[in-house]
């Protein structure tokens, strides 16, 4: 600290807020330590309580892609997201990590073994449940970039499971006659309040996956993680499934079951479709909300919760010409945490939806007006919030102005994971935006 150089450590750069990168310091790229292991026989480094089979081992810098084909070489799946670029090890899982497994195995901090770091005072260290275990929980969730230079994740893995996916695509035939009045679109309404109200028991029977939502169409796209032939899945949404095939107000585009026999192969197919159909160089902007259980529990909260997720679809539609809500439940349902081995927000726990509103532009825009449309953004999860009152949001996906960042991001773990972030790098060579310890813009 001779010259008061900060890092800034970077992964694969997939992060909404720029925490990979800051003005005035070293940059650290990871994305070139690109090796893993399996083990199905691990010992972990001084610490038998956490010797394990089927332990996965990735260098910094793997893609999620990457991954699932090597594990799929030993018939294991690991538990990362449906974005195969982004690299898993990084902020990723450092801040959590969500994705189709999440409901059957936890978030991929849950199933994080053990670290090797190296910390602020140039010490490579192991880290795990018995060694320098307070810095091992903090990387469990509580953000990437922020404590240690991580440069090998050890993650448990497990045996494939057949990918089972309901898919259903439809326009609103009454959308064009309303024109922009979203808060008068029935069909929405009335599919949105079906889906909150099957969510419990679709969340009971491990059923992930998203369902999108525009003031013009909806695109469903459910999954289950099973070993069976898919009639798990089906049984789950036969109702819904009829429910929508029954409707009469929607224009139906696609509508059918698909099984896969494992991971990588399912987004290998979905992969190949995206690069047709999914927009890539654009701007965007997101606004976040984890939805907690109690909010499903009757009909007034449901109506409120209903209200709300459309009031934020119509009042995004105003501010861009491309928008959309997506209505995620991969939370980690049969994973508590209840001894708080992790650092992730206690809000995921009773989570069933993470609701995440977004927002994209072709062309650059002024920067009043990018700061006036990011600012809209912020305002449209507010009813969401008042349902929600002490929740948060996941702190890879949400909006970089958030101003109550500690609790909506940390939850009551904040304080704690401040000091460790003192006791760890006390001169804070690795602060970033909006991370445990960042100090605001004198940074």
Not at 3 to 26: C, E, M, Q, V, W
Not at 232 to 245: G, M, P, V
Not at 386 to 407: C, R, T, V
Request: proline residues 5%; charged residues 15%; contains cysteine.
């Amino acid at each position: 600290m001779t010259h008061n150089i900060r890092i800034s450590i970077k992964n694969t750069g997939h992060d909404f807020y720029g925490r990979s990168s800051a003005p005035d310091t070293l940059a650290i790229w990871t994305h070139n330590l690109d090796t893993m292991n399996f083990y199905s026989n691990f010992t972990a480094h001084n610490c038998p309580s956490s010797n394990g089979q089927n332990v996965g081992e990735l260098s910094a810098g793997v893609v999620a892609g990457d991954a699932y084909r090597f594990f799929s070489n030993y018939s294991m799946d690991i538990t990362g997201g449906y974005e195969q670029s982004v690299g898993l090890a990084g902020g990723f899982a450092q801040g959590g990590g969500v994705g189709s497994f999440t409901t059957t195995y936890g978030l991929m901090a849950d199933n994080a073994v053990e670290f090797e770091v190296v910390t602020a005072d140039g010490e490579v260290r192991i880290v795990n449940q018995c060694s320098d275990p307070d810095l091992f929980w903090a990387m469990r969730g509580g953000g990437g970039g922020t404590y240690a230079i991580l440069t090998k994740y050890r993650v448990q893995v497990y045996p494939s499971l057949p990918i089972h996916v309901f898919t259903f695509s439809a326009n609103f035939t009454e959308s064009s006659s309303l024109g922009n009045d979203t808060m008068n679109n029935t069909a929405l309404r009335e599919i949105l309040t079906a889906h909150a109200n099957n969510q419990p028991d679709w969340s009971a029977q491990l059923v992930t996956g998203q369902i999108e939502y525009f003031p013009e169409r909806l695109s469903v796209s459910l999954v289950l993680p099973y070993g069976d032939n898919g009639s798990k899945l089906k049984s789950a949404t036969a109702s819904f499934s009829q429910f929508l095939s029954n409707r009469t107000d929607l224009a139906v585009s696609s509508h059918g079951y698909m099984s896969y026999p494992n991971y990588a192969v399912y987004l290998d197919v979905t992969t190949a479709d995206a690069k047709v159909t999914e927009p890539s160089g654009i701007f965007s902007v997101l606004s976040t909300r984890l939805i907690p259980r109690e909010v499903f529990s009757s009909p007034a909260t449901v109506d409120g919760l209903v209200d709300g997720v459309m009031q934020g679809i119509a009042t995004a539609r105003s501010l861009l010409n491309l928008t959309g809500v997506q209505i995620v439940p991969e939370t980690p349902i049969t994973n508590l945490d209840s001894n708080q081995l992790t650092s992730v927000h206690p809000a995921w726990r009773s989570a069933l939806w993470h609701v995440i509103h977004v927002g994209e532009w072709l062309e650059p825009m002024e920067a009043d007006a990018m700061q006036r449309t990011t600012e809209g953004f912020l305002k449209l999860v507010e009813p969401l919030k008042k349902l929600s009152p002490g929740g948060g949001a996941y702190l890879n996906e949400a909006n970089y102005l958030e101003p109550d960042w500690q609790q909506t991001f940390f939850g009551s773990h904040y304080d704690r994971l401040v000091e460790v972030k003192k006791k760890y790098d006390p001169t804070h060579i690795f602060d970033c935006y909006k991370c445990v310890g960042w100090r605001g813009q004198q940074e």
